[in-house]
């Protein structure tokens, strides 16, 4: 069982509210008799009951931060950043690895008055999500996508971002632009920009995946490297080439460098995600997208009003 101030409070032989203040450094006790508790609450394993606390203060400064279920670095910078940007306004970040349903279980038990979910376009809730939603006494946030009764949405508009990113590569005079990506309202987006530009096209420049190709085994991403080499070494060569995650990136090094192919010399390369690790190419890519911290900020400046 853990150990609570009573417990405390029975082995230094002082009041309950002496060890609760001495714990929260009240100058009504002394400082032998502070230093005493904190010693034996140390080496009785103590830990403050977090909710007990926010319901006695009634003062939580603290978001529950779902992890998304989806592979890549992209979230582990979210998560990061988001933890990063929270401290600077003094608020606690906890992040929850469980299900959407379960960490919203675990924020209610934990008295937190504000959930952040980031989930993917096609997230849809179930009925367990529902009914927690429905129990959590506060404000839940869902960034990315998807959609629910009940919460904030913060939306990710990726179909006009990949049409921006192919206007720019236009206006810079390129007219065959190849895509790789997943057939998605990215790849979607990238279709309304060839037809508004009136862009050379033909069916293999863009080169659709499966969803999460990056993960699956390698004959995907063989297959991936085998329709860009027919595309580099047709007729048809692209002068440029949209990206549409981390993934499709991370997975066309290989074939960039192999068919030794130079960034931007050879080909202007943009790819969404908004990552660091891009500075691994050759020369680092050129990124379209919102940047993890304008997300970040957008989500505490909700909160905090």
């Known amino acids: 069982m853990s150990v609570t101030i009573k417990d405390i409070a029975a082995v230094a032989g002082v009041s309950h509210s002496t060890v609760s203040k001495a714990l929260n450094n009240a100058s009504s006790v002394n400082k032998q008799t502070r230093q005493r508790i904190l010693e034996l609450a140390k080496h009785m394993n103590y830990t403050p009951n977090l909710a007990a606390r926010n319901l006695a203060n009634k003062r939580n400064r603290s978001i529950g931060l779902v992890w998304p279920s989806a592979q890549g670095l992209f979230y582990y910078h979210l998560c990061a950043t988001f933890q990063k940007a929270a401290a600077r306004r003094d608020i606690d970040v ?115 995946a499966p969803e999460g190709f990056y993960y699956q085994p390698d004959t995907r991403r063989q297959e991936l490297d085998q329709r860009f080499r027919a595309l580099w070494c047709s007729k048809q060569r692209p002068t440029a080439l949209v990206m549409d995650s981390q993934g499709s990136a991370f997975a066309m090094i290989n074939t960039l460098i192999n068919l030794d192919i130079s960034i931007p010399e050879d080909l202007s390369v943009i790819t969404y995600d908004d990552i660091p690790e891009f500075s691994i190419y050759p020369v680092a890519l050129d990124t379209f997208g919102p940047s993890i911290e304008t997300i970040v900020e957008s989500i505490l400046d909700d909160y905090e009003r």
């Open 94 to 208: 906890f992040v929850s690895m469980s299900t959407p349903a379960r960490a919203l279980y675990n924020f209610r038990r934990y008295l937190m008055n504000y959930a952040v979910l980031w989930s993917e376009p096609s997230w849809q809730p179930d009925a367990q999500f529902v009914q927690e939603r429905e129990r959590f006494q506060g404000q839940i946030t869902i960034a990315g996508g998807g959609y629910c009764d009940g919460v904030n949405l913060l939306n990710i508009e990726r179909a006009k971002g990949t049409f921006e990113a192919v206007r720019h590569l236009a206006n810079l005079g390129h007219r065959r632009i190849a895509f790789v990506g997943e057939d998605t309202d990215k790849s979607a987006g990238y279709m309304r920009a060839v037809l508004e530009f009136s862009l050379d096209y033909s069916p293999g420049m863009m080169i659709t």
